[in-house]
């Protein structure tokens, strides 16, 4: 059925066992959606009728990943397969997660607390029998994100879903169909109540899957999900730019630098989203002065807001806070090496990879030859072993301390910073003794 991808030998393996323990047991969701689409699926979902116990009595490496939701990982020498006991979900009280959740021994049941008709299929790969009782497959080919059961329903029961509307229409480049797409406008209320964890993971998903992010935006914007999440981008919707520049608002031009970014790299999309995000506060006439500084500022309350780790969070700001450097071929290496210390060295390609993303938004083909010149300034200043940052000095801080005879406090990194700031002007003073010297 599916030519293109072999079902791995482990899932083949899993499918086996349980069945022969009399046990029911089906590839399902993302897995088949994918394998119908001709994708090779990045994880390998199961079904099965057998209970959390049973499966795990069936097989020697199992990590019990999410029991209270019957799901377990199940490790074999191929790959890891995540195998979940069918499941009917009791009520949703609060509009986050099911109240109860109760085992079955029914397919149906499982596939019908599903999402999505595209992901509510179930496929055995040993009777090469396909279980679709919800038109996933025409939906499919209809290239249509449509709930399972009535859209409003579903929606009150877990709000999360009308984000996952959203993700998967760009993930996959499909449209949100009429009924259900009139529903998610209908379950803000909802939607509000959804942890910001559960969001987070969404966006964070739309970033690193799909092609298009902004289709996802886009439908964000027009649901009134966008307001809820992110208001400071719905700002930028209209704001115009100087047209011999640009040929978008702020709005659609964050949505396409954010598509242009590479996939693999989610700082760099957060970044081409959100890094004119203050240019509607900026705005003055065909200027945005300082919306680079102001921009971090806002991404940061965003950021913090989605559950965004330090580590990415602070990654992001400190490319939007950069992103309007401005290359020149007059810089002398004194101004590359000064660039470097204030971006990192760690950040340079992704900063660049921002500014390729955002220009190529933009009206006009901008060459970024001066980026390639700008690179191999740089990596000459690294062959040459110069210092560009604190710990690279030929002194550290217990010097500092010893010859001013004081103890640690803020006055040893403002010594050595300004050491830093001459040794970046003139390489040859990094050496010990001169560096003593400067110190006293
Ligand atoms: P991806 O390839 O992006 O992981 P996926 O379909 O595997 O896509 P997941 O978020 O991993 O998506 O969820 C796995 C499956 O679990 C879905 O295909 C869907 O059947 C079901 N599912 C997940 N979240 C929900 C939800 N909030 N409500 C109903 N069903 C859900
Ligand atoms: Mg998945």
Redesign the pocket.
Known sequence: MFEQFQIPHGAMEIVKKLQDRGFKCYLV???VRDLLMGKC???W?LTTDARPEEVAQSFQKVVPTGLEFGTQLIILEDGKY?VTTFRTEGRYLDGRHPSIVNFSKELHEDLSRRDFTVNAMAFDPVKGELVDEYNGQKDLKKKIIRTVGDPLARFFEDGLRTVRACRFAAQLNFKIEKKTLSAVKQSLNVVQKVARERIHDEIIKVLTKADYPSICFDYMLKTGLLNLFIPELVLAVGVKQPREFHKYDVFYHSLYACDAAPKDRPAVRLAALLHDISKPECKDGDHFYGHDQKGGEIAYAILKRLKFGNELTNKVINLIKNHMFNYESSWTDAAVRRFINRVGMENLLDLFALRIADTSAMEREIDSGYLLELKKRIDKIVADENALKVSDLAVNGQDVMQILQIGPSPKVGETLNSLLEKVIDDPALNQREILLKLIK
């Open positions: 969701g993302g897995s699926p990045d994880e979902d995540e």
